[in-house]
């Protein structure tokens, strides 16, 4: 027999006929759904009134017949649960069969939305048919200004549009949305004014849909004033986010699905990356204590402002814009740097142009700035001009597969780079007419100060061929530099003339010695024998300082004895004790790794008998 109850709209609850295993939802409603009720169909216009709420427990089951919707003015919580993947406990969402029209979920007014495992499924996918006209099929959820929204453990799946303004305004306003462990699939052009957006350990996907001419239209974030926090998550489509505050962590960000453009992340000078990928191009401003840093791009990377990028890959080049305070370290560039109207840029300890045929070249143009190119390893030429200030370029090694008529260096400026304690083999073979140094306008007070440098494979220094080398610095040697090629690393063999041929008055390498040429050092360990002269005092040196991951602590003892190696804030506060015990008089190294270390100034200090020695070291992140 068919039972038949009325629930009357003024308590809130779903006015309409319920027969066994259906419940016919229309008018004001609140309370409680059960899975007693399923399913809870919606055939007319249904609201929550303002100031109430409606709680849709574990397997709960909520279909919408044709051109109908949901309208919340009060509160909204969705409580279904997961146990052992159990499909049956979380509450469901879906389209009557046939429909092809809805009016989505709506929510209204500053209050809160919760959906916590729940499933909004077949928004716009019937077969037979394209999401157009009234009732907007292709849009799952509408927001209101200032509403917060919970994705946990949910999955919603659109046509088109996933979440967007309850007013048909393409920018969310204030917003306040959290995507937790989620898949949200759909959306275009999500663009936020002020509030919140955060995700973690989700997959948003602005470019999935069936509708292919509704998808892919430059898909992804857009956001100003608006705070994103990004963590453990993919992201399917571009991000754009200037004048608001952005973190981005262990994420990955990929093309969206037909998208009509390549991918880009846009982070302006309140943003961060670190640890991510991204499948596009990259836009970052640069700040202090803002890092970029561990991260795969695989297009092209612009930097501004003021920063730190380090331990990153590169897959094509990288550009640094004008006016900008740059430092680009550990990290590897795929084919080339270009450097405009710069105040000041260093890079260090990179690898340049790994990723490109040797025919293309870096071009480094330096405008009223300074540069500074040190222990970096580059398979390209290097060219300079409009200099005004300083360069100066470092312990490098260049491997070159061709030379071009201008010469492994061309310098095309008023001031002559400083050009010391690097290595330039040429790998072309025919070394006629193969110029190392390419200078116009020829000025002798301009020319670049080449000393304590090695070259091989090249028919002359700087002039015509005919030159020869005889216009070279005595400190500079000609010579095969003996090196070891270990993937895109380039090192010294034992037998390398490079090794202790540095400037005599440049820092000593870490292990103590004289400066190698080139990129990396020879690391030579040396040990005071029992016949030496007692030394009165240790020495102690840290190897890059600053530094961003880790540095080499090179030490030497005077006399065997016990020893301890400290760690020290600047308020003397100890920080971390990085080793000690008894050891040989001698030269020992050890690595102090940064990654636990906030940025800033920290001591080094060192005690062995009755001797000491302490020196600062500077983290930067």
């Known amino acids: 027999m ?10 809130h609850l779903a006015l309409g006929t319920s027969y066994a295993d259906t419940t016919w939802v229309s008018g004001a409603v609140s309370g409680e759904w059960t899975r007693d009720g399923n399913p809870y169909i919606v055939v007319d216009s249904t609201w929550v009134p303002e100031g109430e709420r409606l709680t849709i427990t574990r397997g709960s089951e909520v279909q919408f017949r044709e051109g109908q919707g949901l309208y919340v003015w009060g509160t909204f919580f969705v409580n279904g649960f997961d146990d052992d993947n159990a499909w049956e406990d979380s509450v469901l969402f879906y389209l009557s069969p046939g429909v092809e029209h809805w009016k989505g979920l709506r929510f209204y007014g500053r209050n809160e939305a919760v959906f916590n495992y729940a499933t909004i499924r077949g928004i716009g996918l019937r077969e037979g048919y394209r999401p157009q006209g009234v009732g907007c099929p292709d849009t799952a959820i509408f927001i209101d200004e200032g509403y917060s929204l919970t994705l946990n453990h949910t999955t919603l799946n659109a046509a088109r549009r996933a979440i967007r303004p309850i007013n048909n305004s393409e920018v969310g306003r204030n917003w306040r949305l959290t995507f937790s462990y989620s898949e949200v699939s759909g959306g275009l052009n999500l663009q936020t004014e002020g509030g919140t957006i955060y995700a973690e350990h989700s ?17 992804g974030f857009n956001g100003t ?15 754009g986010i200037m004048g608001g505050y952005c973190t981005v962590d262990h994420c990955q960000f990929l093309e969206a699905n037909n998208a009509d453009q390549p991918l880009g992340i846009s982070l302006g000078e309140q943003g961060w990356m670190k640890n991510s990928l991204v499948e596009g191009s990259c836009s970052v401003f640069l700040a202090e204590n803002r890092p970029f840093v561990n991260n795969r791009i695989l297009s092209f990377v612009g930097l501004h402002g003021s920063g730190v ?8 080049g990288l550009g640094i814009g004008s006016g900008d305070s740059i430092t680009v370290r550990n990290s590897m560039i795929g084919q080339g740097i270009s ?3 710069i105040r000041s840029v260093v890079i260090d300890s990179c690898v340049i142009a790994w990723n490109q045929d040797g025919n293309e070249q870096v071009s480094f143009s330096v405008d009223n700035g300074t540069f500074y190119l040190s ?21 490098n090694t260049f491997v070159l597969d061709s030379i071009n008529n201008g010469g492994a260096i061309d310098v095309s400026s008023n001031v002559g780079p400083l050009i010391t304690n690097n290595i330039f083999l040429n790998l072309f073979g025919d070394f006629e007419e193969s110029r190392l140094i390419s200078h116009s306008p020829f000025d002798d007070n301009d020319m670049p100060i080449f000393k304590y440098n090695c070259l091989w494979g090249f028919d002359h220094f700087e002039g015509e061929p005919d030159s020869g080398l005889i216009n070279l610095d005595p400190s500079n040697i000609v010579a095969n530099p003996e090196l070891e090629f270990f993937g895109f690393s380039v090192n010294l063999s034992p037998d390398s003339p490079c090794i202790d041929r540095g400037d005599p008055d440049a820092p000593r390498d870490p292990d103590g010695t004289q ?3 080139g990129a990396r050092y020879f690391h030579q360990p040396r040990f005071v024998s029992a016949t030496d002269p007692p030394r009165l005092a240790v020495l102690l040196t840290a190897f890059p300082n600053p530094f961003n991951s880790s540095t080499t602590i090179s030490y030497s003892l005077p006399k065997p004895g016990r020893y301890a190696i400290d760690v020290i804030d600047i308020q003397g506060r ?8 008894w050891r040989e008089a001698g030269s020992y190294w050890e690595v102090l790794n940064g990654g636990k270390l906030t940025s800033g100034k920290y001591l080094v200090s060192m005690h062995a008998d009755k001797s000491s020695a302490t020196i600062p070291i500077i983290i930067v992140k």
């Not at 068919?2 to 308590?11: A, C, D, E, F, P």
């Not at 971390?576 to 015990?581: A, I, K, Q, V």
């Open 2 to 11: 068919k039972r038949i109850v009325l629930l009357l709209s003024t308590l």
């Open 309 to 316: 990028m380090s331990d990153c890959i590169i897959d094509e």
């Open 574 to 581: 100890l920080v971390t004790r990085l080793s000690d015990g």
């Open 375 to 395: 222990r970096s390893i580059l398979r390209s030429h290097i060219h300079f001009s409009g200099l005004n200030y300083a360069a100066v370029i470092n312990q």
């Open 339 to 341: 450097m405009n109207n």
């Open 225 to 239: 004033g608006t705070i994103y926090e990004f963590r453990h998550s993919i992201i399917y489509g571009s991000v």
């Open 515 to 517: 400066a190698d040429l």
């Open 203 to 219: 997959i948003i996907n602005f470019g999935r849909g069936e509708g292919d001419e509704y998808v892919g239209r430059n898909p």
